[in-house]
């Protein structure tokens, strides 16, 4: 028996020592990953970096916190000042000897950035991106370090999620390393682990301080040292982020229960004083900050002054409204890049969905389990794991609180409880695992994750902030149309447009191809427009080039630069229409647009350099035509009503072919008996010209309206109105063939009756 007892001892000894190795691969795959990530994302495109930064470099500077109100929305730390200043105290130790060599200034903002725009198609750079070699070698050293610095709390974390799955489950450490590797390995985490940011910091401590109360509850208290610690951690974590506090909230309780239900276990400190040693911690390390928000701002959380920088709702935010957002905030757990604006692709999320679905079904098949043996589970085990349910809620309504009072509800500030998280996640995925192929669907499981972990820095977010296609040596496409139109400095080669034909709602791309003549000095503006019928708005796209990855002060003399733009179309857009295609370049700052030079010398009155076909699919079968004219057109129905002195000549045109040349549609009133010498008209191509013939394509249905004057100078009788249509340069009309076609080129439409003061229709000849 003893020898059994051996050797299942010698066999757990081996799997612990094992797990301790493979921690350590676990800890080296994180540091690469976090130094892709760090690699992947340029400079400041990580949410807030570049306030956290210049919030660091403030206090290296000045050694001083500065004073947050309304007016700090034009500091390059904003809202940031008014956080706890934990991280940036540490940061700015980092900074310190480059404090100097920093500039305020390194890189400038994109005005067009779609910050928070998960759905826009480009601009998703907050900062405009020269090559690294031009900017200031302090600067490029300086966010590296302090991203590095948060790629450390992100290895503390890691490593104190470890023990403490090994704290909670004690007898499954290669779960306890699943739950490691599984947390090292997430999208968000990495990305958020080597940002400029105080929420790695905050993540690692509370980590570290909810491992080390659980600690308090297995073993009935710490002993000295671990009790220092605790309060030494807590301080920080209190002085790190705002929702570090929620830790006295569920340590007070658990220390007091311990203390009045346990007996002290030998060699250690008791709950009680574990408590006053928090409670001092927090006091010490942090207590001045609470009270210099106190007697600053009247508030010991900041939380006002920070109000007054970003803006809150004008009032709190339903419950609907919070269910809504918690797509967002699911999203982002997992990974949303960016400034909230880069996202993985949609299965990636599903298969998520999925996954935290099946934990889900697990973790209620072993809260069944233990129900059932309740009354076997010792008291302290349940409290642990009572804190690993509680410390997420609290972190949850926190999130959601905040989320209802200001725009922000961001998987990243779920973090502070990602131990416990991925701790649910992985008692849930094992409990529906058979058992025998646990080890190996783990494996395969960590395998894939950490794949798609290396894969989205790498074919998701670096291809975000890459610049199109430019240089000397860029091939124009055969499909471009050709301008070459002058504007200040720079020539509009061409452009081309996809599809070419849209329909409401759909995006146009618009591909233009620029040159640079000269150098250029200020960066400038490119507005797309879109105009239909009757120059209604349909749609816009401003940016810089390239999508905001290419501003003209990048430009080389004599390149070309293709210049893509998303121009998304009117859902209410009044089809079909021949929509004409605008493009200005223009100062952002004044909205002052540059003038055009064609390449005849002259400046258009309108900066439209093309057109594009938008209508809706036809659905169903049309009627039978009433007319049909020549090279494919034909007439299936039309309505005329009188409108004061005029006549609505409502007309549908169907294309049975393309034509083959732009016609004019005739309207013409004439004396019933004779069908001939026009009173009045009312010429016009299709739609006003907006969607002329030369752009039907087969199958069209174009709506046509004319409105013909009624004089009042003519004798009474009977008239009738006859339409048709001729070529405008030759004056040639198009032969019809209908039953009743007036010498045929023309067909009535509708009589007409005056009395010598009133027009009225002749209902009982018009043609339905």
Request: aromatic content about 12%; hydrophobic content about 50%; overall charge neutral.
């Amino acid at each position: 028996m003893m020898r059994v007892h051996l050797a299942e001892e010698q066999r757990a000894t081996h799997r612990i020592a094992g797990s301790r190795r493979w921690f350590l691969a676990v800890v080296l795959f994180f540091l690469f990953a976090a130094g892709v990530y760090d690699w992947a994302t340029p400079f400041f495109e990580k949410p807030d970096e570049s306030e956290h930064f210049y919030f660091a470099l403030h206090l290296a500077r000045e050694q001083r916190l500065p004073v947050q109100s309304a007016a700090s929305k034009s500091t390059p730390w904003k809202q940031e000042a008014s956080q706890p200043p934990l991280y940036h105290w540490l940061a700015s130790l980092v900074l310190w000897p480059l404090r100097d060599e920093i500039p305020y200034d390194a890189l400038a903002e994109n005005p067009h950035a779609a910050i928070g725009q998960p759905l826009a198609p480009d601009n998703k750079n907050a900062f405009l991106h020269p090559p690294t070699t031009e900017l200031p070698a302090a600067f490029v050293w300086g966010v590296h370090l302090a991203r590095w610095l948060s790629v450390v709390m992100g290895v503390l974390t890691v490593w104190a999620t470890w023990r403490m799955a090994r704290l909670l489950l004690p007898t499954m450490p290669e779960t306890a390393l699943f739950i490691a590797a599984w947390l090292a390995a997430l999208p968000q985490f990495l990305f958020i682990s080597s940002a400029v940011s105080n929420d790695a910091t905050v993540t690692a401590l509370a980590t570290l301080c909810l491992w080390m109360l659980l600690r308090a509850i297995r073993f009935q208290g710490l002993a000295w040292g671990e009790t220092l610690l605790l309060g030494v951690l807590a301080g920080a974590l209190a002085l790190a982020k705002l929702n570090g506090l929620f830790f006295l909230v569920v340590a007070a309780p658990v220390l007091l229960l311990l203390e009045w239900r346990g007996k002290p276990a030998p060699h250690r400190v008791r709950p009680l004083v574990v408590l006053v040693a928090i409670g001092v911690g927090v006091l010490i390390i942090a207590g001045w900050w609470y009270w210099r928000n106190w007697t600053l701002y009247g508030d010991p959380t900041g939380v006002s002054a920070m109000l007054e920088i970003v803006g809150r709702y004008s009032k709190p935010r339903s419950f609907s409204f919070m269910l809504w957002a918690f797509s967002g905030l699911r999203f982002s757990f997992w990974g949303v890049f960016g400034w909230f604006n880069i996202l993985a692709p949609r299965w990636w999320y599903t298969l998520l969905d999925v996954l935290t679905l099946a934990a889900l079904v697990g973790l209620g098949v072993q809260a069944w389990r233990v129900w059932l043996r309740r009354h076997s589970i010792a008291w302290r085990t349940a409290l642990m794991w009572g804190v690993v349910l509680v410390w997420p809620l609290l972190i949850l309504a926190g999130v959601f609180n905040w989320a209802r009072i200001t725009p922000g509800a961001q998987g990243r500030l779920l973090f502070p409880a990602l131990a416990p998280l991925m701790l649910l996640l992985g008692v849930g995925l094992r409990t529906i695992t058979p058992a025998r192929w646990r080890v190996r669907l783990a494996w395969l499981a960590c395998s894939a994750w950490a794949l798609s972990a290396l894969w989205l820095p790498l074919g998701v977010i670096r291809p975000a902030y890459t610049p199109p296609p430019h240089g000397e040596q860029i091939a124009l496409p055969d499909e471009m149309v050709r301008l070459n139109w002058r504007t200040g400095a720079m020539t509009l080669l061409g452009y081309t447009i996809s599809p070419r034909v849209l329909e409401p709602g759909a995006m146009a791309r618009v591909v233009l191809y620029w040159q640079a003549d000269t150098p250029l000095h200020e960066a400038y503006s490119v507005s797309t427009k879109l105009y239909g019928y009757r120059d209604e708005f349909l749609g816009q796209h401003d940016s810089y080039p390239g999508g905001g990855t290419y501003p003209t002060t990048f430009w080389q003399v004599g390149e070309i630069v293709t210049d893509p733009h998303w121009i998304p179309v009117s859902e209410t857009a009044d089809t079909p229409v021949l929509a004409a295609l605008w493009v200005n370049v223009y100062r952002y700052e004044t909205r002052e647009p540059l003038p055009w030079l064609t390449p005849e010398g002259r400046q258009p009155s309108l900066p439209a350099v093309g057109r594009v076909v938008i209508k809706r699919p036809a659905f169903g079968e049309h009627t039978a035509p009433l007319a049909t004219f020549d090279d494919g057109i034909a007439l299936l129905a039309h309505e005329v009503a009188l409108d004061g002195a005029q006549a609505a000549v409502r007309l549908t045109w169907l294309a049975q072919q393309p034509p083959s040349a732009g016609y004019t549609v005739f309207v013409h009133l004439v004396p019933a008996d004779t069908l001939t010498s026009p009173i009045t008209q009312a010429d016009a191509p299709p739609r006003d010209g907006f969607m002329p013939t030369w752009a039907w394509q087969a199958g069209d249905l174009v709506p046509d309206e004319h409105m013909l004057p009624l004089p009042n100078d003519v004798p009474p009788g009977v008239y009738a109105i006859i339409v048709g249509l001729y070529h405008p340069e030759t004056g040639r009309r198009l032969a019809v063939t209908p039953r009743d076609a007036v010498f045929g080129d023309a067909i009535p439409v509708a009589r007409l009756m005056f009395d010598g003061t009133t027009w009225r229709l002749d209902d009982d000849a018009q043609e339905r």
